[in-house]
């Protein structure tokens, strides 16, 4: 399930991608499948050697070319270990709202991207977030949890102080927003709710089979309740002088 759209990126074969705050590794999986060279990056070890298990199988069936390079590296968004415009691609996805200082990170993950590079950000989006929170202390109030709830503009807004352009925004996994909203209503962590457990399972049937008429349904609910809210950036080739 990715939340980013990898033809925008631009991510293929000689591009260097970095994850930053990778978790599980889907979007660092897909930028391994077309060719490019990524760094998952997290502060996770537990999670790191799950997708640093994965690379090595899909390297072994040829799931991925064999020029393609990745690694995983565990380190602070906060204090990237790499120099300025170092990345073609950067990628965090679902991380800034688990950050206090977000600044400091948004600061960090633009200085790592080459002029002329691209910048994908996603987070929650506010209104399906907004009811998960008025449902649930338990979805949020907890360590590691979510710290704040974003406007897409405000985000926007703090993005492009950074000196890169905003090129635009798009929605997805409304199907989850619901699957939230219930989860909250019954209790994050109670699972064995028959209506979870149904709801859960016609999710993953969806992401396996993609089937036609839920995949039309959620592009349609996508400006309305998608759960997640993806921002494109593009840091200028030749930085403008500063006045």
């Known amino acids: 399930m990715l939340t980013v759209d990898f033809d925008r990126l631009g991510v293929g074969p000689g591009k260097r991608v970095i994850d930053v705050g990778c978790g599980a590794g889907r979007h660092s999986f897909e930028a391994y499948r077309r060719g490019a060279d990524i760094v998952a990056f997290d502060q996770n070890e537990s999670d790191l050697a799950d997708v640093d298990s994965m690379f ?3 390297a072994e069936v040829g799931e991925a070319p064999a020029y393609a390079k990745a690694e995983t590296v565990r380190g602070d968004a906060l204090d990237l270990p790499y120099g300025d415009g170092e990345f073609d691609v950067v990628i965090a996805s679902e ?4 950050i206090p200082q977000d600044d400091q990170a948004i600061a960090e993950l633009v200085r790592v991207l080459k002029p002329g590079g691209a910048l ?5 989006r506010w209104l399906p977030e907004r009811i998960c929170w008025a449902l649930s202390d ?3 109030a907890n360590e590691g949890g ?5 406007r897409a503009d405000d985000l926007r807004r703090k993005i492009t102080a950074r000196d890169v352009r905003f090129i635009r925004h798009t929605h ?3 199907l989850h927003s619901p699957y939230w909203w219930l989860k909250c ?3 994050v962590s109670n699972d064995k709710n028959p209506l979870v457990t149904a709801y859960h399972r016609m999710l993953v049937w969806d992401m396996m089979s993609a089937p036609v008429l839920t995949r039309t349904t959620e592009r349609l609910l996508d400006p ?4 997640s809210v993806a921002l494109y950036f593009a840091k200028p080739a030749v930085r403008s002088a500063r006045r």
Not at 120 to 124: E, K, N, Q, R
């Open 56 to 58: 090595k199988a899909m």
């Open 95 to 98: 991380i800034l709202e688990h």
């Open 120 to 124: 994908a950000v996603t987070v929650p």
């Open 138 to 140: 338990e979805y949020h």
């Open 146 to 150: 979510h710290v704040r709830i974003y």
């Open 172 to 174: 997805a996994h409304a």
């Open 185 to 187: 209503a019954v209790g």
């Open 224 to 227: 309305v309740i998608g759960k």
